[in-house]
Structure formats: structure tokens, C-alpha cells
């Protein structure tokens, strides 16, 4: 089945930590995007990609950095430079001709 | 800026009644979206609202696009518990990479 795989769905970090959180789909989409969710709040847009290679800066992108060196592919690190990262963070894709974004399941990392 | 606003923030409402979820958006966009989320969990798409005048109906919920407005509705009639969630607009100009710009969501919880 197509869709949209995040891991890990939950994840414990401590202060001064990077993590990694990891995207992977198999819809063969376009575009990618990382947004992340305060509790209590919409959705805030971190990073996105369009084509392999190439990323840019969403609305809160200090703090963080991505890559994407495979179509599939766009891993997500959350440095010890973002100073709140306990966030829930979702991962979505969409083709360039639809529009329409399908997310993933979710990442919930909690820094203790 | 973009700016995506709903209200009511919170609904509470009774099984059986009727009520009108508002989405003001700030600029011209091509789309807008409404999404449905659990507790928990992830974005579940309802509706894409392509044009002016659009409507869409699922169900207990109907969608509306009023682009000369900026406005959007999404209209829940005779609600039922399994309603309970929060509801979130977002806009999106596929001019701009196709990122969606969300509203804070409306939580809704539907009593017995």
C-alpha cells in the first residue's frame, strides 16, 4: 500500500541532543514538507522540498535542517540549536499537478 | 502575511444540533482544505475546495468556498458524538510551492 511512513512514532531526547526524525514515502510525490504542531495549536510549517536536492526554509526553520538526496526520502534533524523542540511533527507529500497534501502519521519527540 | 482564522476555537454542542465552523483567509488562494484531527493522531483530508461558490457535503458535514469573501464553512448538521475532533481549515496558493497555511483549529466535542 502507498503512503507516507514516519519513525519513530515516539521519541525521548535529552537537552543538548540531535535527533533525527525519519520521512520515507512511496506515492512517487513531488513535494515534500515537515510541519510541526504545538499542543493546542495548528500546524507551523518547517521545512519543504520540491525536487531532489533542493529544500527551503519554512516559517520556523531555526533550529533544525533537512535533506533530500532521494525522492522517497526527507529525514528531518531537530538540533540542539532549537531551544523548544517537545513538539508533535508531521511529515506530508503531494505531487506537483494535484496540490493536495497527504500526511504521515507523526513523530512525538518529548526533550526531558 | 499569510493569516488563516477560525471560530469558534471550541464548540461544544449537543447530539442532534446544527452548527457552522468559520474560516477567514487573508489572500487569494487557489485552494482551501479542511482537514480532521483526533486526539493523538494525524491529519485525516475532508474536503478540497477548489472554486468560488464550491460546496462539498460528506455526510453530517458540508464544506463551502466563498473566494470574493475569504471565507469558508464547514456546516455540521444533526452532529453525533463520533464528531468529536478538531477541525482545521488551510489555504494554500500553488503559486507558492503548494504549502498550506493552517488556521488554529476548532475543537469540537459532541455530547450525549
Known amino acids: 500500500d502507498g503512503g507516507i511512513t514516519q519513525s519513530p512514532k515516539y521519541l525521548f531526547r535529552k537537552e543538548g541532543q540531535n535527533v533525527t526524525l525519519s520521512c520515507e514515502q512511496n506515492?512517487?510525490?513531488?513535494?515534500m514538507y515537515w510541519y510541526r504542531q504545538d499542543p493546542g495549536q495548528g500546524l507551523r510549517l518547517i521545512y519543504y522540498s520540491q525536487i531532489v536536492n533542493d529544500f527551503q526554509k519554512g516559517d520556523i526553520a531555526e533550529g533544525y535542517s533537512v535533506s533530500r538526496e532521494k525522492k522517497e526520502s526527507f529525514p528531518l534533524t531537530v538540533t540542539s540549536a532549537q531551544k523548544n523542540p517537545t513538539a508533535f511533527y508531521l511529515c506530508?507529500?503531494?505531487?506537483?499537478?494535484?496540490?493536495?497534501?497527504?500526511f504521515g502519521e507523526g513523530s512525538r519527540l518529548t526533550v526531558l | 502575511e499569510l493569516k488563516v482564522e477560525q471560530n469558534p476555537l471550541f464548540l461544544s454542542m449537543q447530539e442532534g444540533k446544527n452548527y457552522t465552523i468559520y474560516c477567514n483567509y487573508s489572500?487569494?488562494?487557489?485552494?482551501l482544505y479542511w482537514y480532521r484531527q483526533d486526539p493523538g493522531k494525524s491529519l485525516e483530508s475532508l474536503f478540497v475546495l477548489l472554486s468560488n461558490g464550491a460546496v462539498k457535503q460528506e455526510g453530517r458535514l458540508m464544506a463551502s468556498l466563498d473566494t470574493k469573501a475569504r471565507l469558508s464553512t464547514l456546516h455540521i448538521t444533526a452532529a453525533v458524538h463520533d464528531l468529536s475532533a478538531t477541525y482545521f481549515c488551510?489555504?494554500?496558493?500553488?503559486?507558492?510551492?503548494?504549502?498550506?497555511?493552517f488556521g488554529t483549529g476548532t475543537r469540537l466535542q459532541v455530547t450525549l
Open positions: 489572500t487569494t488562494s487557489d485552494r
Open positions: 488551510a489555504e494554500q496558493n500553488t503559486g507558492t510551492a503548494s504549502k498550506l497555511t
Open positions: 506515492l512517487n510525490h513531488d513535494a
Open positions: 506530508a507529500s503531494t505531487t506537483v499537478n494535484t496540490g493536495e497534501l497527504f
